[in-house]
């Protein structure tokens, strides 16, 4: 029997049985997603205490460290003296209450340090990906429609040197002549000294100074995020032009693709409604994950802009052995990358009905 008009071609006895197969596709993805974060919690704990080093020198200093009763106490403040299984429980106990623990170098909590930290790398992040997602795809897609033309060797060759180029190499070279010779933008920190912060509701400066009503200030955050920006964008640019060409490439050869045309559909109607949707699937999945390491691996670039960020807050940590922000961070990264996944995921669901039956 047809269902009826607007109905659901799927079976009731089917849907009774399994669900709504979006309902059934975000909890399966969401149940993945705990397991995973919980085994980053692991990993990360496990790493983190294989270091073969004595935290309570580096964070005390070797004269210090010389003295067993300062050892002692720096144990027992901060856990190092219970045995691993109940040190992971604790801190699996103190996660669950957002407790990441106390820095031994900063003595702040680890939680209130991230806080800090988090929305200077999400604005600088955030920033170089919509850039680079909006100018990597528009050049894959002309890439792809002008296949083997000029057109096409030549972004080829752009984005070639943009995923080769080294990243701190990059930061150099523009720190240098962007603002050490021709003084264009400034190089370092997220204002100037002339400026303070606009009051704290985001985090992001330029968003923040918005919801002000400080023009002055917005205008500073801005022109501090180009040269950092521009550094992030010129890399993601190129993997993202690769990939999107790529993409459209495969999809252009589908019969969907030649039907629509022949059908007298206009050229630009079919680019947007059936070849740029059809590629959208495997871009989105790049896009994702690309969001996800510029949030974790712009350390070179804070260190050299001094923004003072995720990034920069994790060289730190490491270079100083501070064990719970060690660790903070890596469960930050690891959530921000499952969380990352989770909502492509989604994404995938909605935009293409047949993976929620998969």
């Known amino acids: 029997m047809a269902p009826a008009a607007g109905g659901s071609i799927i079976d009731p006895a089917v849907r009774r ?12 993805r969401l149940g993945l997603s705990i397991l995973l974060i919980w085994g980053v919690t692991l990993v990360t704990f496990i790493l983190s205490n294989l270091v073969p080093a004595n935290p309570a020198a580096a964070a005390l200093g070797e004269r210090a460290a010389a003295d067993p009763q300062v050892v002692a106490e720096f144990n027992r403040k901060y ?47 955030l920033g170089a990906l919509i850039v680079s ?21 030549v972004i080829r ?3 070639l040197i943009g995923i080769s180029t080294p990243t701190f190499w990059l930061a150099l070279v523009i720190y240098f002549v962007f ?27 330029t968003i923040d100074a918005l919801l002000a009503g400080q023009w002055q200030v917005f205008a500073n955050a801005v022109s501090h995020l180009v040269l950092p920006s ?19 490439l495969d999809v252009l050869g589908n019969e969907y693709v030649v039907a629509a045309r022949a059908k007298g559909l206009p050229g630009r109607t079919v680019v947007l409604r ?5 590629a959208l699937l495997p871009i989105l999945t790049v896009v994702g994950l690309t969001f996800g390491s510029l949030l974790s691996g712009a350390v070179l670039t804070e260190t050299i ?22 660790m903070g961070v890596g469960v930050l990264v690891g959530v921000t990358y499952i969380t990352i996944n989770f909502i492509v995921d989604l994404l995938y669901g909605v935009i293409d009905p047949r993976v929620r039956t998969r």
């Open 17 to 28: 049985r399994y669900g709504h197969p979006l309902l059934r596709y975000i909890l399966i």
């Open 79 to 125: 856990g190092f003296d219970k045995p691993l299984p109940v040190q992971y429980g604790r801190y699996l106990v103190r996660l669950l209450h957002l407790d990441l623990g106390t820095s031994t170098q900063t003595h702040n909590p680890v939680m209130t340090d991230l806080r800090t930290a988090f929305p200077a790398t999400a604005e600088l992040a």
């Open 133 to 153: 997602t909006v100018l990597g795809v528009l050049l894959g897609l002309v890439a792809a429609l002008r296949h083997r033309r000029i057109a096409d060797q």
């Open 157 to 159: 060759v752009i984005s």
């Open 179 to 205: 603002f050490y010779k021709l003084g264009w933008f400034p190089g370092s920190g997220r204002l100037s000294t002339d400026f303070s912060p606009p009051p704290d509701r985001t985090g992001f400066y």
């Open 230 to 248: 521009s550094v992030l964008v010129l890399y993601t640019v190129g993997l993202l032009a690769r990939f999107s060409r790529t993409s459209v």
């Open 274 to 278: 059936y070849v740029l949707r059809g």
């Open 305 to 326: 802009f001094a923004w003072n960020g995720i990034g920069q807050y994790a060289f730190k940590a490491s270079t100083t052995l501070d064990l719970q922000a060690i």
